[in-house]
């Protein structure tokens, strides 16, 4: 997820009841913790393009997730000398942080949380990237506080706001359930028998999703309505990954490295003479805009 929602849904953690009783320090502390498996960016710098496959893997796994939030918790105790005693920084730090590869495994992009062991990208697929309905829930309790703590204790309507968060989120997941049964029937509809089937998130969510189709070099992708219970087709490619030149490309470690992070990959031939490879999942059947994940390869002469 973006930061605006880590950062607030650490606050609204801490709000519910632990600031309370641990304490000055505690929110802070748990929004740095929401934010800190981010440090990978620093990759965008010193990885280049490589840096798309490297997110979300080393700070976000089983083994590098806890060592940060046993670091920060460490160095929180030291830089407020003992404010918050050591077991109960690092307890809260490791919340933070758990809390921050929770939400990241809500959309599409995956955390690679088994990282050394395991290269897989695990993902929920039930939110965009930048959801604005968690974010109206979450800022809610921050922005409201003043008016209902007349009447209702502050931990009190942070825990509405994150019980209302946990009923979106479910909602989230019935609707990509109902998206795929549409896929599915539409597909059963037409007799296509499809060698792989996935149902993205939208933009402006939960009531539309984007789902993908493969048959044979094929690609279809359609918005579902699943409210409506309709798909609209709105594109289709053919993938020209057979073609005897990308297939030299796909045989490079690049190539290999970047179709294993892909999760439906389309490959062309440009008109200047090179291969490109780009991955649907970046797609949006709501904006047209351009997919930032499109690579570019030189063909063999």
């Known amino acids: 997820m973006d930061n605006l929602t880590h950062s607030l849904f650490g606050a609204v953690i801490a709000r519910s009841g632990l600031a309370q009783r641990h304490g000055r320090g505690t929110t802070a502390l748990l929004v740095v913790a929401s934010n800190l498996p981010d440090l990978d960016a620093i990759l965008l710098l010193t990885h280049g393009e490589s840096a798309a496959w490297l997110r979300r893997t080393h700070s976000h796994s089983v083994l590098g997730a806890p060592l940060l939030a046993l670091a920060l918790g460490l160095c929180w105790w030291a ?63 921050l922005i409201l506080r003043g008016v209902l703590k007349r009447r209702v204790t502050e931990p009190r309507i942070h825990r509405m706001a994150l019980a209302m968060f ?67 087709l709105v594109r289709e490619e053919v993938t020209e990954e057979n073609d005897p030149a990308i297939e030299a490309v796909r045989a490079t470690p690049r190539a290999r490295a970047i179709e294993h992070f892909f999760k439906a990959p389309v490959w062309h031939v440009d008109p200047q003479g090179h291969a490109t490879c780009a991955d649907l999942r970046f797609f949006s059947a709501v904006f047209p805009r351009g997919n930032p994940f499109t690579y570019e390869f030189e063909l063999p002469q």
Do not use: K
């Open 79 to 141: 830089a407020t000398r003992g404010r918050i005693r050591l077991p109960i920084a690092c307890g809260l730090a490791l919340l933070g942080v758990a809390g921050h590869v929770g939400l990241d495994l809500l959309n599409s992009y995956g955390v690679v949380a088994l990282w050394p062991f395991s290269l897989r990208r695990y993902e929920l697929a039930w939110a965009y990237i930048i959801d604005l309905a968690m974010l109206a829930l979450l800022a809610a309790p």
């Open 166 to 232: 946990a009923l979106y989120l479910a909602t989230c997941a019935a609707a990509r359930a109902r998206a795929d049964v549409l896929l599915q029937r539409e597909l059963a509809s037409q007799g296509t028998v499809a060698s792989f089937t996935y149902v993205f998130p939208e933009a402006l969510g939960p009531h539309r999703w984007r789902a993908v189709a493969r048959d044979g070099d094929r690609w279809r992708m359609w918005l579902v309505h699943v409210v409506g219970g309709r798909l609209e």
